[in-house]
Structures are given as C-alpha cells and as structure tokens.
C-alpha cells in the first residue's frame, strides 16, 4: 500500500518492448513546417499574464509572436485551439527519467566521476507517457544513495530521436549531492557515512581535496600563460574535476536534502569553500528557513504534498512552496518520479489550495521557476518571443484537475499528439495480438509429437518425441 | 467547626460537576442547519438548489427547500456554497502506519500467513497525524485493512474523528482481507532501480505455489465449515479463534476482499469466490476492464487501487490507469475508487478528477467516492449519500468537490463539526510568523 517513491517499477515485457518503441516512434514528431500557429487559444504566458483569445506564431523552432493577432505566413500549419489553453511546455527539475539501469552508484560515498549522460536510454516508455503529461524537459539526475553522486543531465522530451538526440544542448551542468537518511542508509553494505556527521565529513573532505586540485591547475596554467616549459601537469582526476569545476562555479550542485539542519549545514560548506548552492532537492522543511535560503539565493525544489513515508519527511507540510515564495525563495515543483511528472500542473495547483499562490505564481512552480533553476529560463520557461516553442495546449485549464494535454510541441515540432495516439495505440494493440498468435501457433507445433520424417527432426534424427511443454508460458 | 477536608471535598465536587456538565455539553451532539447552499445528495433527490440540511443526534434528520429549522441550531449561511456527502475511502491503512521507513511504527502487517482472527480494530492510533490530515478535503470515513500473508485479517471501517477506535469504529469487523494466490511473477520492492532483484521463478513454480495456496484457502474454508457444524451440533467443541473468526466468511454471511490485479489472476479469484460460495469483492482490479464482462455477469463489486498510477507492461496506452474507471462504468461494474496510502488519503476526490477526466460522467466520478464504495462495504443504510436517518457526515466546499483548488469550508463527522487544523496547518502558522 506504500508507494514505492524512491524506486522506479518497470515490467519489462520481452518482445512487446520493442514493439512499444518501435510503434510510436515512427509517429514521433514529423518534421512539420517550419512555421506553426496555434490560433484563438487562452494563452497562459506565465511571465507577463494570460492572452484571453490569442495566437502564436512559431518560426523555426522558436516563439516569433504572442498576441491577439499574429501573422499567418504562407504555408503554415494553423492548430485551431479555440476553447483550449497553452501553456509553456512543464519543465521537471528532478527526475530519474532515461535512466533504465542507472539511478545510483551507491558503492563509494562518492561517485562524482559518474555521469548520467553516458546510459541516457531513449527508449525509456516513460519518456511518452510524460510528454503526454506535458512535460518537455527534464533534469535527470542521480539518486540519493551518496552524499555526492554523479553529473546529471538536462534533457527535452523529444521521443523517437536518440540519446544525443534528447539533450538539452548548452543546458548548465550539474552535479547531484545528498544529504540525510538516504545517503546514509545501510543498504546492500556497510560503507561510511552512517550518520549526518559523516555526510557532512565526506563532502567537506571532497571539497578540500578538490580545492587543492583546481590551485594546482590554476598555478600549472598560470606558469604555461606565463610561457614556463618545464612546468608538468597535474594529474587528471576524474573525482575531482567535477568537484573543481563546483568551486569555480561552472558546474551547479543540486542538493538533495529534507530537513532544515542538514540545508543549513551545506550552505555552511558552501560558504566555507565560496560557492553557492543552486538548489535543495526535495526541501521538504526548507519553510523552516526561508530567510536563510533566500540570502544564500538557493533555490528549493520540492514536492506539493508528500509527507511521512520517513522521519525526515514527517514535518512536511503542503503549505512549503507557497510560504516560501512569499517569503521571497525561489520555488520549483518537481516529480522525482515518472508517475508525478505526469501532472505536475495539478501538483502546482495543489499550492493554490494550500497557501493561496495566484495561478501565475502556481504555473511558475512548473515552467519558469524550474528554467530558472537550470539557467536555461534564456530559453524556456515561459511564452515570449525568442523562447523555445515548447508548449503545451489542455482541454481545460491547467490547474484544472479536468485538464489533459491534447498536443504537446518541441522547438515547434508536434511529438504529443492525442488524436494520433488512438491511432497509434489500436494498431499497437493489432500488431500485439499478431505476435501472441504467431507466438501461440509456434508453442503449439512445438509441442506436437515429432514422427521421424518430420522435415524438422532432421536436425535431430535421434529424436522421436518432444515432451509436451507447460501449458502456459509466461 | 468548619472542616477543611470537608469544604474541599465540597469545591471538589463542585468542579466534578462543573467538569461532567462541560463533558456532557461537549459530548452532545448540537443541532445544525446548512441553509441555502446547493446540496449534492448523491440519493434519487439529485442535486437541491438553495436547500438545507439539518443535523441532529448524529444524523440527517432533513433535507431539502422547506425543512424544519429546530430551535437553538447553530446555522451555517451556506449562499453560494457547495454540500457533499462525506467521502468514503475504501481502502487505506490510516491508523495502523504513520511512518511507512520507520518498523516500529507499522502495525498493519503482522507475520504469518492465515491470520483471520487479526483485528485491525485493535491496532488503530486514534491519535495518528494521518487521521486530521486525511479529512482536509473531505474524506470523512476510511476503510484501514491489515496486510501481508493470505489471509491478512479483519479490516475496520473508520469514522475519521473519535477520541477513541470504539467512537471512530463504524464497523468493528468490516470485511477479510485475502491476499488471494497471484500467478503473476512477485515483484521485490526496489526491483528496477538498482536495489534488489526481480523473482526468478520459472512459471511452473509460480503456478505450483499458486495451486497450493489456492488448495490451502479452500481447505481453511472447509475446515471452518465443519468446526461451525460441530460446533452447533457439540457445544463442547473447543474453541479455535482461528476458525471463529473464518466462520462467517466460509458461510458467505461476512465480506470478503480478495485482492488481485491482472486479468486472469482476477478471473481465478472470481471462480474462487463463486467456488465456496463467499461473498466478496475484488480488490485491485489493475486489469478489471480486461475481464469486465464476467464481473458484471457475476455482479462482483472492485475496489480500485489508486488510478494516479504509471501502466505497468511497457505497451499499455500511457493513460490505461486513469481510464479504468470509464470502462468498468461503461461496462456497468459497480467499483470504488481509492487514495490507499495513508498519507494520502486526502488526495481522494483527485482520483475521481482524474478518472472524470479520462471519460468518466462527474455523477460516476462522484459516486465513487461516496455512495458506491458505502454500498460496497454494505454501509450505504448509513454513510455516502444526504438522506434523512444517514449519519450526518457533511463537506461544505466553496466549489466542485474534486477540483483541486475548491476549499473545504467544514466538515462534519457524525453530526459533530471536525477542526480542519492539522500538524501541518500548525507547523505553517509557525514558521509564517517566524520573523
């Protein structure tokens, strides 16, 4: 009866797998023209407020024009969206999507030489189902079991093209820490940390390794500008590169964490070692600090309302995203999980409910916020000129627990499309049922009773009868 | 001579008396009136326009546009507001868990495989965080079930508000829980993201499994039909709790909720249940609509996991969860939807959102969480519909009752008014007045 929330479930299905992706990925986005226009639809900007009855013109891949009119070039596919709602396209700050076999590295305290974007799986079906969800892209990260895990990366949800296909090209990279019960949980071995001193331990010990390498770095480089030959280069360390690259500011530290001690404890270090936490994954009591988070400018990326699967998340309470935003925080939702990425504009109106966000600030949660999280919000985010065209269009209102996508466009390509999934889904269901035929007809010659002659027994002439298999296979 | 001890035996009993009239007054149930709101009877009545309800006693005691106002009720204005019956969650282990990661704190699963004399009853926490938590919008009462094992034991159907399990119980005994044999390959929590492994049973051992425990159920029935026999005929007969305890189940007079997911593990507990002749209910129902036409043949009720779920074969359209119910209904499978963890229960009226969403007509999305599972679990006399005599267990809502942003603007519980406050409403006027 516990969802399993720090897991992902998979079944995986032998033949029907390939089947699955083979199937709807030859209907994955065409390449469309290169100028869309969604017409007459309540748009919802998320940064400058909603269009009651308005369009957008997509060129080449990118928002040209928001408003009550716009220009309809030549050939344009025109999406008649009178009655319908568009949104930015969800932007889903944590996840562990395309990850079939990844996730954790949990035999070192640290793993930061790992790096999500070397097993990006692009079959993942889990990718569709969130693209019908409305999600267009994702930051997919390692998970928790080590206080500091591998490089995570920022993909969009473009199903069908491969794994280079997927990422999120100039996205900042990141690397992924974790702080309390889940770095420090005994699982399959004993291996230090066992308590939230030692989480703390290691990643102070990390820092101050790395801090050592970069000085070294820095003084072979400044001997080599300053035309010095003789001088020998450090030696490459693939630990401590991405640690280095934290301190010098390039690389973002996405820090899992629930309670508050243990988030005032990293941005600790982080001031020690002069840099800036980006965002507390989880955060669940970061309502507890507000003004502590909002002077560090870390950003908590939370969950709407999961409470008491453990102690850490005990006090949670749902009323975190909006008391942290009007304490001045910055605040994205995200899912962690496939099945929560599916709604995340639901979970965003959960804080309506709780703590009375206005709807814009309630979107934001899921599009703008979040690509400002990720440094991408120069790209997506919000509906604006010069964006992205990743969008979303709903048959009601976002916040709308009735809302379900109906088309969801990539750089203006259409890679969700509701109509054509019934389509796509029927045949699946035909081709299916082919090979469950095929398959059933195959098991049942087998168990035949071979008479010598048979063309088959050939292979064997010894063989005069094949027992009878299990009635069923599975 | 005044006598001390005597005049403070006096003032003691002065306040004895004092503290047993407040108790008293706290402990009667007060009259209350909602008045001109939009009231959604969920009976035949349909929906009233600018009606009222009257509670009195626990009850309903009138509905409608011309009822009688009884004097000294408290009345709530209800212009502009929406009533609903309490929601009914037909499966949850509210009570029973309050840290799912922490042991100690479980009490649902006990060990053992044949445990139907376990009481789910006897291990409810009235004080738990979940139960004020799970009421917020407007789930009123819980079923809360034992777990693990075949036969897990008795459930109890909660009222979520009593300072005790006997106030909360609205049935002591509300139904067996069996886990009935799976064909299906067990999958280990963990399996998939790198912790654990998935069964490596060959099918053949699966089906011998499911065949033994299968045989093992039926032999538990049988032997509890004879020892009620024997029992009849030989009072001297010793008593076995175990058998007790199975008794009304095997004689088809108790509820019994068989638990199964996929198509033909359902068919199986179908035959089953018809086999001995149970009266019983499916739970689980993933793949129902794949078997739709036999449950509606057999007129066997599901109680639906929660539909907010991911599809578990890999080729299953991606909303397969959430249109579950639209086919049952459409099929004319009477089913109930749920919230089942404990910690979100509250999340309830989201998953009949969703499924109205996915096709679902919002009286059935309604229904299906008030009168539908009240019928299933045989309560639909008392709970999950406005109607004089039920128990007066209200939500008054400034909208739709399965929106997500619609505010629950009270809640009454047995006719009492239940505080919408919660370790979670505290915890926020706290930290807001942090400077």
Redesign the interface.
């Known amino acids: 009866?516990?969802?399993?929330r720090?897991?992902?479930?998979?079944?995986?299905?032998g033949l029907?797998?390939l089947?699955?992706v083979c199937?709807v990925r030859a209907d994955a986005a065409e390449p469309g023209a290169s100028a869309v226009v969604i017409k007459d639809a309540t748009i919802l900007t998320v940064s400058h407020g909603t269009i009651a009855r308005g369009s957008i013109l997509i060129r080449d891949g990118k928002i040209s024009e928001v408003g009550q009119a716009v220009d309809v070039p030549d050939g344009a596919l025109v999406i008649d969206a009178a009655a319908r709602f568009v949104m930015p396209g969800i932007i889903d700050p944590h996840s562990?999507l395309a990850q079939n076999?990844?996730?954790?590295e949990?035999s070192l305290a640290v793993t930061s030489m790992t790096s999500v974007e070397d097993f990006i799986d692009p079959t993942d079906?889990?990718i569709?189902?969130e693209l019908?969800g409305g999600v267009t892209t994702t930051a997919t990260l390692h998970?928790s079991a080590n206080p500091i895990g591998g490089t995570g990366a920022v993909i969009k949800l473009r199903w069908g093209q491969d794994a280079k296909g997927l990422l999120f090209a100039g996205a900042r990279p990141g690397l992924k820490f974790a702080l309390g019960?889940n770095p420090k949980h005994k699982?399959?071995q004993e291996r230090y940390p066992g308590t939230r001193m030692g989480v703390e331990d290691v990643i102070r010990q990390a820092f101050t390794e790395a801090r050592i390498y970069m000085q070294d770095w820095d003084e072979y480089n400044k001997r080599v500008a300053a035309g010095d030959k003789t001088v020998m280069p450090p030696r490459r360390n693939l630990t401590l590169e991405p640690l280095a690259q934290v301190l010098r500011g390039e690389r973002l530290p996405f820090v899992h964490a629930y309670r508050a001690d243990e988030m005032l404890m990293m941005m600790r270090v982080a001031d020690e070692f002069g840099f800036k936490v980006n965002s507390f994954e989880h955060a669940l009591e970061a309502?507890?600090i507000?003004?502590e988070l909002a002077a560090h400018g870390a950003v908590a990326s939370t969950f709407s309302?999961?409470?008491?699967?453990?102690?850490e998340a005990?006090?949670?309470?749902?009323?975190n995203a909006a008391?942290l935003t009007r304490k001045g925080v910055m605040v994205s939702i995200n899912s962690d999980s496939?099945?929560e990425a599916?709604?995340l504009n639901?979970e965003a109106?959960?804080c309506?409910?709780y703590?009375g966000l206005t709807e814009e600030e309630a979107l934001r949660l899921v599009t703008l916020n979040p690509a400002r999280q990720l440094k991408i919000d120069d790209r997506v985010g919000s509906i604006d000129p010069g964006k992205d065209a990743d969008l979303v269009i709903y048959n009601?209102h976002p916040?709308?627990?009735?809302?379900?996508p109906q088309k969801v466009l990539i750089d203006g390509q259409v890679y969700f499309d509701i109509q054509k999934?019934l389509v796509i889904?029927k045949r699946?269901a035909e081709e299916?049922k082919t090979l469950e035929e095929k398959d059933r007809q195959t098991r049942d010659k087998e168990r035949q009773p071979r008479k010598p002659g048979d063309r088959d027994t050939v292979k064997d002439k010894n063989a005069t009868e094949v027992p009878p298999q299990?009635k069923?296979?599975? | 001579m005044a006598d001390p001890t005597r005049r403070t035996y006096f003032v003691h009993s002065g306040m004895i008396i004092l503290i047993m009239a407040l108790t008293l007054l706290a402990g009667a149930k007060p009259v209350y009136v909602i008045r001109n709101a939009r009231v959604h009877t969920l009976s035949p009545a349909g929906t009233l326009e600018r009606a009222s309800v009257v509670m009195e006693g626990g009850k309903i005691v009138g509905v409608g546009s011309s009822v009688r106002v009884p004097p000294g009720a408290r009345i709530i204005e209800g212009k502009g507001l929406e009533v609903y019956p309490g929601m009914v969650n037909a499966?949850?282990?509210v009570g029973l868990?309050?840290?799912?990661?922490?042991e100690v704190t479980n009490d649902?699963a006990e060990q053992g495989q044949y445990k139907p004399q376990l009481l789910a009853f006897s291990a409810i926490h009235p004080e738990s965080?979940?139960i004020p938590?799970a009421r917020v919008n407007g789930v009123t009462s819980c079923l809360s079930?034992p777990?693990g094992g075949i036969i897990a034991g008795q459930s109890v159907l909660l009222h979520l508000d009593g300072w005790t399990v006997d106030e909360m119980a609205v049935l002591k005994s509300a139904g067996m829980v069996m886990n009935f044999p799976s064909l299906e390959?067990p999958?280990e929590?963990?399996?998939?993201?790198?912790?654990g492994r998935t069964s490596r049973k060959t099918?053949?051992e699966?089906?011998r499994n499911y065949e033994n425990q299968a045989k093992e159920l039926s032999e538990w029935l049988e032997k509890a039909r004879h020892y009620a026999k024997a029992r009849q005929a030989q009072p001297a007969t010793p008593v076995d709790r175990q058998l007790e305890a199975l008794v009304p189940v095997a004689e088809g007079k108790s509820v019994v909720f068989l638990t199964a997911d996929t198509a033909r593990d359902i068919r199986n507990a179908v035959e089953f249940g018809k086999k001995e002749k149970l009266r019983f209910v499916i739970h689980g129902g993933r793949e129902a609509n794949q078997v739709a036409d036999v449950l509606k043949k057999m007129d066997v009720a599901v109680i639906l996991d929660?539909i907010?779920?991911?599809?578990?074969?890999?080729?299953d359209?991606?909303?397969a969860r959430f249109t579950l119910p639209r086919e049952l209904a459409s099929a004319g499978v009477r089913f109930a939807l749920t919230s089942?963890?404990?910690?979100?229960v509250?999340?309830l009226?989201?998953e009949a959102?969703?499924a109205?969403?996915?096709g679902l007509s919002h009286d059935q999305a309604l229904r299906a969480v008030t009168l539908g599972p009240a019928e299933i679990l045989g309560v639909a006399d008392r709970l999950g519909s406005i109607e004089v005599g039920k128990s007066a267990d209200l939500v008054v809502t400034d909208g739709d009752l399965?929106?997500?942003?619609?505010?629950v603007k009270n809640l009454f519980i047995s006719g009492r008014e239940v505080s919408l406050e919660t370790k979670?409403?505290r915890?926020?006027q706290k930290?807001?007045m942090?400077p």
């Open positions: 009866m516990v969802k399993r720090y897991m992902r479930i998979k079944a995986v299905a029907t797998v089947m699955a199937g562990h076999g990844g996730v954790n949990g079906i889990d569709y189902r019908a998970g019960e699982r399959t309502y507890k507000a003004n309302d999961w409470w008491a699967y453990k102690v005990y006090d949670a309470i749902p009323y008391l496939a099945e599916r709604h639901q109106a959960k309506m409910k703590g009601h916040l709308s627990v009735y809302a379900v999934d889904r699946m299916r299990g069923e296979g599975e | 499966w949850s282990n868990a309050e840290i799912p990661a922490v649902a965080e979940h938590v079930v777990e390959r999958r929590r963990y399996a998939g993201a790198g912790f099918f053949a699966i089906k929660s907010v779920e991911l599809p578990v074969r890999e080729d359209p991606y909303d089942p963890d404990s910690s979100e509250r999340n009226p989201y959102g969703f109205q969403a996915y399965l929106e997500i942003r619609t505010q979670q409403t915890l926020y930290y807001l942090r």
